[in-house]
């Protein structure tokens, strides 16, 4: 599959470009851009006309182009694999497609399609992992990473009949929906190391570089907490998408927290392994995490159709 032509990260030239995107994404856009946004002013009831700083604008203007920019790069990275008719090519060619009709239209009216493609996406590399006759944690890594995906998308297309249309007014559909997926994610997060670390485990538990970054994620995250608990959990549903309560109980979110630290720790020694096809699911792991779980934009449904991609490719090849 183009071997030749990755770096020697195991992405290809693109494919690099486009995490970069994605990673400037999340911290301007979703991070700054959001989270300094000017809030709204009321006197006697009235709100007031507020003009943001030129600076602001314009890191507004830089986290919107890399919204576009992000979903551009994910349809051109499909696109490529488009190459003979095939199932692969087909569920490819059908994420790209709609995710550029989407970038240019109103998202809201090719939702659905969004959604059928990257259940698509998502059910095709599961297969295509096992029929890879792959390393059997791999391929259960794959599938577990991909659970959420598969749950978030098939809650959101039989919504209408799953809850009344007062439930989905209301917002408890789009509640049930996040409690599922969220679990989902805690499961698949809390799993990766033992299906997806580079082996021999025991080796890769004695590592230094992913276990350090992972504890000052966790020593982070538990600082912030404690700092400013309300805005905390602001950033971290900004970032990732995960509509927690800002009520949430403590132990929840330290729960969340410990899964996060735990996916940081999976992708970096994935990163960081000398195994080309394992590095690749640790780009791909990453591009999952940096997605998000909101999928309010075309970019986020890509990236997470490329995550799944770059994943099932180093699955696929791992042995």
Not at 41 to 70: C, E, N, R, S
Not at 114 to 132: K, M, Q, S, T
Request: with cysteine.
């Amino acid at each position: 599959m183009d071997r030749d032509r990755r770096s020697g990260s195991g992405l290809r030239s693109l494919e690099l470009v486009m995490l970069a995107g994605v990673v400037a994404e999340v911290v301007i856009g979703r991070l700054l851009v959001r989270g300094l946004e000017p809030k709204p002013v009321f006197i006697k009831g009235q709100a007031q006309t507020i003009v943001p700083p030129t600076w602001f604008v314009v890191l507004d203007y830089v986290a919107l182009f890399l919204l576009y920019f992000v979903a551009l790069m994910g349809v051109i990275v499909l696109a490529q694999r488009v190459r003979k008719l095939s199932v692969d090519a087909v569920t490819a060619a059908a994420m790209a497609a709609v995710t550029a009709i989407a970038a240019v239209h109103d998202p809201e009216a090719v939702q659905t399609f969004l959604h059928f493609a990257l259940l698509g996406v998502a059910g095709h590399h599961i297969v295509r992992v096992w029929l890879a006759r792959a390393d059997l944690g791999a391929a259960i890594g794959t599938t577990i990473i991909a659970l959420p995906i598969l749950v978030y998308c098939t809650a959101s297309l039989l919504s209408g009949y799953i809850w009344t249309e007062d439930q989905m007014l209301g917002g408890e559909a789009r509640a049930s929906i996040g409690r599922l997926a969220r679990n989902a994610l805690v499961i698949a997060a809390i799993a990766s190391p033992y299906c997806l670390a580079p082996r021999p485990f025991a080796r890769s538990m004695t590592r230094v570089l992913p276990f350090v970054i992972a504890l000052v994620i966790a020593g982070a995250g538990a600082a912030a907490l404690r700092v400013d608990y309300p805005e905390t959990v602001k950033a971290v549903n900004r970032v990732l998408g995960l509509d927690l309560r800002v009520d949430a109980p403590q132990d929840q979110i330290a729960l969340y927290l410990l899964a996060f630290a735990t996916i940081t720790w999976t992708t970096v020694a994935c990163i960081t392994a000398p195994s080309a096809a394992r590095r690749r699911i640790g780009f791909g792991l990453a591009m999952l995490v940096l997605a998000g779980h909101g999928f309010a934009w075309p970019a986020s449904f890509v990236t997470a159709a490329v995550g799944l991609t770059l994943l099932a490719d180093g699955g696929g090849d791992e042995r």
